[in-house]
């Protein structure tokens, strides 16, 4: 009897990113590890590792998403607007709040 493997699913509600221990497992499923897959595209030993915890390179995104055969935009739907890249600097600011500089000191409204 043949037996055959399958990816588990798991529920990730829309708008979500992906849980990364998901994405480093589908990775290992595909015969890579994260740092032989950055250390294979000519990427420092820990480039993969570090786009799968913060958004800081669409092109380790790609990667990852060529290696899973989904468009990256489905995994990391938060750094996607319309299917396109949204720029770091803007993600950075609408996942922080900070005071604004001029504001007087005590009032942070």
């Known amino acids: 009897m043949a037996t055959t493997q399958t990816t588990p699913s798991i ?3 829309e708008g979500q990113d992906w849980p990364r221990a ?9 015969g890579w590890s994260l740092s032989r897959l950055s250390i294979h ?3 420092t ?3 993969i590792s570090q786009a799968i915890r913060k958004p800081c390179s669409p092109t380790m995104e790609r990667i990852v998403g060529d290696v899973l055969k989904v468009k990256p935009d489905e995994i990391w739907p938060t750094r996607y607007l ?5 720029p770091n600097r803007h993600l950075a600011k609408s996942q922080h709040t900070t005071p604004k ?7 942070l409204s």
């Open 11 to 13: 529920p990730i509600q």
């Open 22 to 30: 998901l994405i480093k497992a589908r990775i290992e499923m595909e």
């Open 82 to 86: 319309n299917g396109e890249r949204v």
């Open 45 to 47: 030993r820990t480039a």
């Open 41 to 43: 595209h000519g990427f």
């Open 101 to 107: 500089r001029n504001q007087a000191k005590g009032d």
